[in-house]
Every structure is written in C-alpha cells, then in structure tokens.
C-alpha cells in the first residue's frame, strides 16, 4: 500500500527522480526543468501519478486571469493543450498557484475561468486538471461568511469532467511553524474545507497536497534538524492516512534552482526523504512505528510489513522437541553400534 508522502522535484536531477519514484509515494510534482524526468520515473513506477507544473510568476498570474475573456480562454487552452503534448508521461497539470486571498472574489472568479480553459486544453490531450492549489488558510470554512460564495465559485472548475484533482498547501502556522502544531487553523483545516463543499453539493475529487512543510522551511526553525524535519513530515503522513479524500502530497522541495531564495525549505542532500520513504514503503523510522495496511501485519525478525495469510513463526510444542530428542538420541544409540561392529 503506497504511502501520501511524495517529493516536490523543482530540479532536473536524475539522482533525484529516480529517488522520487523509488519513493513508495501516490505522487510526485515535478515542475519546469524537472518535468524532462517524467518519462523516467514513470517508466520505473507506472502506478506513480505525476503532477506537472508550469511555473508562472504571480503578478504574471494576475495579468493573465485579466484579460479579456476570448483571450484568457485561448491562452489558458492553448496552454494546457502543449503542456500535455510535450510532456505525456505526466497525468495531471497544475494551472495557477496560490492565487486567492480572503475575500478577493474577483481574483478567484478570474482562476476560475482560466481553469476551465485549460482543463479543456489538457483533456483534448487525455489528461487531467489539477485544480486551484489554495494556499495554506486562505480559503474560506463553514462558519465564516463567505464560505457560500467561495464554493459556488469554485464548483464548475471541481465539477468539470477534467478535473482529476482538487490541489491545496499545507504549511504549519507563522507562529508555530511546525506542521504538527495549530492543526486547527493551519494542518488540518482542509478537513472543514472538504466537509463544508460536500455539505454544500459541491463534487469533491480526489485531493492531492501540491506542497507540503514547515513555515518558512525546516531549515529556519531553531533546533529542528533532518530527525525533527522527518518526524514533522511523518505525523502528517500519520493524520493524511485518516484522510481517505486526501490521494497523497509532494514536498516543498525536493532539488531548487533558486537557493537563495528556496534553501531554507530544500530537503534535497540530507536524510529527511529517505526516512519518509521508509515510512511510505511501511517500515519503522525511529521511534514511529511500521504502518500496515488492513490484511496485513508487522512481521517482528524483518520489521516490515506482511501479508496476514503468511505462517508467524511459533516455538515448538513440547512434544516436538521430546521427538527430536528422541531421534537424536536414536541416532546416536545406532552409530555407536555401528563403531562397535567394526572394531
């Protein structure tokens, strides 16, 4: 049973690809340089999806999701449309990233449209829409007042044939950074988000988390090294198995072009994605340990995971080891008289 812990490759690195689809992950995202690797790793995991990304600069965005509405259309089609075609091996694209602020409906009815020109770009091409890609705690929840707006807007691009899946961040908070802390607010506020659309008709597709990490970047916390940065990443693996909706994740990142900018968050280089690795493919990593999945059990002599249908080694019964005794002793009674003879 895979595990939802996937990399988020940023660079084109084929160290760096093969360990994504070595990964034991549902996803890898791979985006710019990153996607002439998509063949590759599909190539060594078929069942891996991959999740491509164009990047476009945000102010480039907001210009974009302007224009007129006959331009926007065909920009966004044309795009999506050569997107699919150039990179084939790839299952599902992202458009616009992180685009919505509380409130800014202009803005968000604006991606709106520009996402369902480019689903119909990628699905003439046989792939799939990866919608939104909400920032952490900007989108609405039942309770706060826009939330009614917020899911009528966002309901034709969901409920569009091409889109595979819904995308949404997930960071710890400004204040405590940590993804296993202020989970109400921050972590785990998809699940009021997710619950609120069904709630209100809204058809949910499959979620996958286009980015993943601590505030800021693990590397910016003080005392938070590889171990805690892994073990951060591995109880929110933890709470997204209780997350049927939740198809699985990729970091943010996995290799950058940009270190000046990114290194703070980069976990390329250290031991933090192997440890996650480990977890997905259901092994024990530290203290944490092995997650099995129904039909399965922790095997106690090699510490992974096994089929239920698979003998557990027992101690011998009593009266086997009297047998075996016997026998030896048997044994031994006979060569005895066998030296005997021939002296």
């Not at 480990?278 to 099995?292: E, H, Q, T, Y």
């Amino acid at each position: 049973m895979p595990g939802k812990l996937g990399y988020g490759l940023y660079k084109q690195s084929e160290q760096y690809a093969d360990e994504a689809a070595d990964s034991g992950a549902t996803v890898v995202l791979l985006m710019d340089d990153a996607l002439r690797h998509a063949a590759r790793i599909k190539q060594r995991n078929p069942r891996i999806v991959i999740v491509g990304r164009g990047y476009v600069e945000e102010g480039e965005q907001i210009r974009l999701i302007s224009l007129p509405q006959a331009e926007r259309y065909r920009h966004f089609y044309d795009w999506g449309y050569r997107l699919a075609v150039a990179y084939p091996a790839v299952d599902t694209w992202q458009a616009l990233n992180e685009m919505y602020s509380p409130g800014n409906f202009v803005v968000l009815e604006g991606q709106a449209a520009a996402e369902l020109a480019f689903a119909d770009g990628v699905s003439a091409a046989g792939r799939t829409l990866t919608a939104f890609n909400f920032a952490p705690a900007s989108y609405p929840v039942p309770g706060e007042g826009d939330f009614p707006r917020f899911a009528s807007t966002i309901r034709p691009v969901l409920a569009h044939p091409a889109c595979g899946f819904f995308g949404i961040h997930v960071y710890g908070s400004r204040d405590q950074r940590k993804l296993q802390l202020d989970t109400y607010w921050h972590t785990l506020r998809y699940r009021r988000l997710l619950s609120g659309l069904r709630g209100s008709g809204v058809p949910v597709p499959p979620v996958i988390i286009t980015e993943y990490g601590q505030e800021s970047g693990w590397r910016t916390i003080p005392n938070f090294g590889e171990v805690e940065a892994a073990k951060d990443y591995i109880w929110f693996g933890q709470a997204l198995d209780f997350d049927p909706e939740i198809f699985g994740g990729a970091n943010f990142l996995h290799g950058t072009v940009d270190p000046g900018r990114w290194h703070g968050f980069d976990t390329a280089g250290t031991q933090i994605m192997y440890w996650v690795s480990r977890w997905n493919k259901g092994l024990s990593v530290f203290d944490i340990p092995a997650k099995c999945a129904e039909g399965w059990r922790l095997d106690p002599t090699s510490g992974i995971c096994v089929p239920d249908t698979l003998p557990t080694p027992s101690p011998p019964s009593q009266l086997a080891v009297v047998a075996t005794l016997g026998m030896v002793a048997a044994t031994g009674l006979a060569v005895a008289a066998v030296l005997r003879e021939e002296e």
